[in-house]
């Protein structure tokens, strides 16, 4: 190789260095009030993005807007189901369209605080992103009985489950947790409770299994490593710098208080199949969706390592489609988009969906859930 290629290659390398510098520094970030653009200001076609807000607004979920009504009605088949946690009745449909940082589509209430349901697992993660990131996690595969001094993690298959497993909803772990018992939620539609109870358990790992009560175990756990309330920590070092409002609230259930440090505090809970959850307006979704766009970083701050932000997408081994705590799109789930895209969902069609390759995110509140590829698709459509 001559020695004027080789100073050419540095120079072209020293130049893309420069050129992705300039490019992120002149990145928008919103400021209290969020700039809006036109879809043309923006490169995308304005009819579809119009299209594709009339298509929300037109298909929202059919769903009481008494939750408590609507929670009963669907898990009324769990053995023992009852509302452990706060529930607010829902609004209509809302959500918003931002492109390189800028609004430039909303439609309903953005300012409404709504539950968000299972979504509140994709801020669950985040806090395990943030204990890797501090070192209070040493490994994604350690096991967790190495962190938590309790008895969840005892017994030959407790304690082989790692964070890694807890983050994909692998670990099968069996028993109870503030009242609730892991086969209780979501139960097989054969058997009875003892078929449940005296399953054969899988490989910590191996089965992919939706289940909120293990869900809640993983907040419970982080709770011990952070030693101090989560929603205070995901104020600190998410919502505070991100510029969210001060209107979310993150709840966990009635009887969910443990001993930290001689203080009661309640752990929260990672959705609100039982009530509870992250409460929030659709603006401060997004500010939490264009986090993640932007790999972890809001203006000049690295808030979440971006090892961390590209790990989350990554297709899990029990589920292809399941990342830590965030819906992947390997298996086509959302349609003839990007395999890259992800995204956050939650009960009664709550999203979240990030588009990293063109700096876009979608939020969507109370959205028929059989319609959200129909949106995804049109809005990518009016990509020019």
Same mark, same amino acid.
């Given at each position: 190789?001559?020695?004027?290629?080789?100073?050419?290659?540095? &120079?072209? %390398?020293?130049?893309?260095?420069?050129?992705?510098?300039?490019?992120?520094?002149? %990145?928008?970030?919103?400021?209290?009030? !969020?700039?809006?653009?036109?879809?043309?200001? /923006?490169?995308?076609? $304005?009819?579809?993005?119009?299209?594709?807000?009339?298509?929300?607004?037109?298909?929202?979920?059919?769903?009481?807007?008494?939750?408590?009504?609507?929670?009963?009605?669907?898990?009324?088949?769990?053995?023992?189901?009852?509302?452990?946690?706060?529930?607010?009745?829902?609004?209509?449909? $809302?959500?918003?369209?931002?492109?390189?940082?800028?609004?430039?589509?909303?439609?309903?209430?953005?300012?409404? =605080?709504?539950?968000?349901?299972?979504?509140?697992? *994709?801020?669950?993660?985040?806090?395990?992103? &943030?204990? +890797?990131?501090?070192?209070?996690? #040493?490994?994604?595969?350690?096991?967790?009985?190495?962190?938590?001094?309790?008895?969840?993690?005892?017994?030959?298959?407790?304690? #082989?489950?790692?964070?890694?497993? +807890?983050?994909?909803?692998?670990?099968?772990? *069996?028993?109870?947790?503030? *009242?609730?018992?892991?086969?209780?939620?979501?139960?097989?539609?054969?058997?009875?409770?003892?078929?449940?109870?005296?399953?054969?358990?899988?490989?910590?790992?191996?089965?992919?299994?939706?289940?909120?009560?293990? /869900?809640? %175990?993983?907040?419970? *756990?982080?709770?011990?490593? !952070?030693?101090?309330?989560?929603?205070?920590? +995901?104020?600190?070092?998410?919502?505070?710098?991100?510029?969210?409002?001060?209107?979310?609230?993150?709840?966990?259930?009635?009887?969910?208080?443990?001993?930290?440090?001689?203080? @009661?505090?309640?752990?929260?809970?990672?959705?609100?199949?039982?009530?509870?959850?992250?409460?929030?307006?659709? %603006?401060?979704?997004?500010?939490?969706?264009?986090?993640?766009?932007? @790999?972890?970083?809001?203006?000049?701050?690295? &808030?979440?390592?971006?090892?961390?932000?590209?790990?989350?997408?990554?297709?899990?081994?029990?589920?292809?489609?399941?990342?830590?705590?965030?819906?992947?799109?390997?298996?086509?789930?959302?349609?003839?988009?990007?395999?890259?895209?992800?995204?956050?969902?939650?009960?009664?069609?709550?999203?979240?969906?990030?588009?990293?390759?063109?700096?876009?995110? @979608? =939020?969507?509140? !109370?959205?028929?859930? #059989?319609?959200?590829?129909?949106?995804?698709?049109?809005?990518?459509?009016?990509?020019?």
């Amino acid at each position: 190789m001559s020695l004027n290629f080789k100073y050419a290659s540095l &120079l072209f %390398l020293i130049s893309l260095c420069c050129f992705q510098l300039v490019n992120a520094q002149n %990145l928008y970030y919103p400021d209290a009030n !969020w700039e809006h653009k036109s879809p043309k200001e /923006v490169k995308m076609n $304005a009819v579809l993005v119009d299209s594709a807000k009339n298509f929300a607004l037109h298909h929202e979920i059919n769903l009481d807007k008494d939750l408590r009504t609507a929670l009963y009605k669907s898990w009324n088949f769990e053995p023992g189901y009852h509302i452990q946690g706060p529930v607010r009745e829902r609004g209509n449909a $809302a959500g918003v369209i931002i492109k390189n940082g800028y609004i430039i589509s909303q439609w309903g209430d953005v300012d409404r =605080v709504d539950m968000t349901f299972s979504c509140t697992k *994709s801020y669950l993660s985040t806090l395990a992103g &943030l204990a +890797l990131d501090d070192h209070l996690i #040493k490994n994604i595969d350690d096991k967790v009985r190495n962190y938590v001094w309790d008895d969840k993690f005892e017994g030959e298959h407790n304690a #082989k489950i790692t964070w890694r497993h +807890l983050l994909t909803q692998s670990s099968d772990w *069996s028993g109870q947790l503030f *009242s609730t018992y892991d086969w209780a939620d979501r139960p097989p539609k054969t058997g009875g409770i003892d078929d449940w109870k005296n399953r054969k358990l899988n490989e910590p790992g191996t089965f992919f299994k939706y289940n909120d009560v293990r /869900v809640n %175990l993983t907040a419970f *756990s982080l709770l011990q490593i !952070w030693r101090k309330p989560l929603p205070q920590v +995901l104020q600190d070092r998410i919502m505070d710098p991100i510029g969210a409002s001060t209107t979310w609230r993150w709840y966990g259930y009635d009887d969910a208080f443990v001993n930290v440090g001689g203080v @009661m505090t309640q752990s929260v809970s990672g959705g609100g199949h039982h009530g509870g959850g992250l409460f929030i307006n659709t %603006l401060d979704h997004a500010r939490f969706g264009l986090l993640f766009d932007r @790999m972890g970083k809001w203006k000049n701050q690295q &808030l979440v390592s971006a090892n961390w932000v590209n790990s989350v997408n990554q297709p899990s081994t029990a589920n292809k489609s399941y990342g830590l705590m965030w819906w992947t799109n390997q298996q086509n789930d959302l349609g003839n988009v990007s395999k890259d895209i992800y995204y956050a969902a939650g009960y009664g069609g709550n999203y979240i969906v990030i588009d990293h390759e063109h700096d876009l995110v @979608m =939020v969507l509140r !109370w959205m028929d859930n #059989k319609k959200l590829n129909d949106f995804i698709a049109i809005v990518e459509s009016a990509l020019e």
